[in-house]
């Protein structure tokens, strides 16, 4: 039997959101073949099953269209990111684009998903991911354990405020391996964000 592994498929930060240009929907359409679907994820990445030994080939093709691609499963998702609307250099597309190469794909004890926004209006929902960086005026705010999904859904609460740019990459891959370290299995983000407490979080980031 043909064996198969899931792919994910991004546009690239920029403004106007995810966008796909009609050349890349026609190159994705063409490596991926007869009788294969395509998934459209909640959080803007397509899933697409392509042959295991056919991988690095069709990621190129992908890649050449100007598209990214990830793995798919329990990983860091590609960065949730709002739309841009106040200009690359306001709303800080620069910095999302830096935050998005640090932070997607990350093997992680369940799937995590990023955002941005560059503003305080918050338009890509960034309280309702379990890491967000919202661009306040000249600083970066990160938020921490928010979850949309279920009858316990919640906001995520505020880590730091007043960042700049530079300390926004080390800070969250940090939170990632420390997540990764001491998960107990399986546990979500928020769950876990809760069992260590957010003030451990504050200090251990200060450090
Ligand atoms: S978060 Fe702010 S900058 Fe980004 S699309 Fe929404 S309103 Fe525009």
Known sequence: MLETIKIAISPPIQV?????????????????????????????????????????PIAEKLEQAGLEVYPAGFVTKSLIACNFCKGAEEAGLDVAKTLNASIAGIITPTPIKIGYA???????????????????????????????????????????????????????????????????GKEKFKKFIHRVSLEHLQQLIAE
Not at 31 to 38: Q, R, S
């Open 16 to 56: 106007g959101g995810s966008l796909f240009t009609a050349e890349q929907l026609t190159t994705i359409g063409a490596v991926a073949g007869a009788n294969v679907t395509i998934e459209m994820t909640p959080f803007g990445q397509l899933y697409m099953e392509v042959p295991l030994d056919e991988q690095e």
């Open 118 to 184: 560059g503003c305080a209006l918050g338009t890509s929902e960034p309280l309702l991911k379990d890491i967000s960086v919202v661009k306040m005026r000249n600083t970066y705010d990160i938020f921490v354990g928010g979850e949309p999904k279920g009858l316990k859904a919640s906001l995520a609460e505020l880590l730091i405020a007043g960042l700049q740019e530079e300390q926004l990459v080390p800070i969250i891959m940090a939170l990632i391996y420390y997540y990764n370290e001491h998960a107990k």
